[in-house]
């Protein structure tokens, strides 16, 4: 079956650092997608990584390994905007999104 | 200028009404999506459209349908609403339905359907 893992939900004060982590399972893989979503609004991307190694973009950086079903997404340096629901998604053989249900971050001051 | 838009924002209705939620988006993309989440989150893609194929979950009960008059359209419409209908409906295009990063998905602002 397919299937993606993620926690629930994380705190996180202020200025620190957190890394939201997820595992997949798919039939295939095409890639994996984190996406942000805040409360009552649309998923927005955040990241794409198809070849193993970290990328980074600003304050978030996402890391793949292939072999081990894995990713995580890095956020640095967290303001209080960053309090959000992170979706996981792998890329499955069908070209179909497979998601997470999502880690709620909580940015405590 | 919206680049994925839905109407309505909001849609209250009785059990065994027929209802449509429109999209339409102007990125200009090939591949639109509509997706349910539910009270736990979980985004759960229900289609996937271009101009070439319909990819239906197979787990969509089939009073759901898609309507695509062209290629910026694609509108849901649910037959005999549930009360297990009642969730916040997305729809998503992307600018190729292959693999990469122009399977990026954009997301329309959502619909919160709830059925009485």
């Known amino acids: 079956g397919q299937n993606i893992d993620q926690p629930t939900e994380m705190t996180a004060t202020e200025g620190a650092i957190v890394q939201i982590n997820c595992t997949y399972q798919?039939?295939?893989?095409?890639?994996l997608f984190w996406y942000q979503q805040h409360a009552g609004e649309a998923p927005t991307f955040l990241s794409y990584?198809?070849l193993d190694g970290l990328e980074e973009k600003g304050r978030f950086s996402s890391f793949l390994s292939r072999s081990k079903g894995y990713s995580y997404l890095l956020l640095k340096e967290l303001q209080m905007k960053d309090s959000a629901s992170y979706l996981c998604?792998?890329?499955?053989?069908?070209?179909?999104?497979?998601w997470g249900a999502g880690t709620k971050l909580i940015i405590k001051p | 200028d919206t680049a994925v838009s839905q109407t309505p924002k909001y849609l209250v209705t009785q059990m065994g009404n027929d209802k449509s939620i429109k999209c339409e988006q102007n990125l200009g993309h090939d591949t639109m999506y509509w997706y349910k989440q539910d009270s736990k989150k979980f985004l759960k893609i229900m289609f996937s459209?271009?101009?070439?194929?319909?990819?239906i979950n197979e787990t969509v009960p089939n009073r759901f349908s898609p309507k695509s008059p062209d290629k910026a359209h694609l509108n849901l419409h649910i037959n005999s609403l549930e009360l297990g209908d009642s969730a916040v409906y997305f729809c998503?295009?992307?600018?190729?339905?292959?693999?990469?990063?122009?399977?990026?998905?954009?997301f329309g602002p959502g619909t919160r359907l709830t059925v009485l």
């Open positions: 990584n198809v």
């Open positions: 798919t039939s295939g893989f095409n890639g």
């Open positions: 998604a792998s890329l499955d053989s069908n070209y179909q999104l497979i």
């Open positions: 998503a295009s992307s600018q190729e339905f292959s693999g990469g990063a122009v399977n990026e998905q954009f």
């Open positions: 459209y271009n101009n070439k194929e319909l990819i």
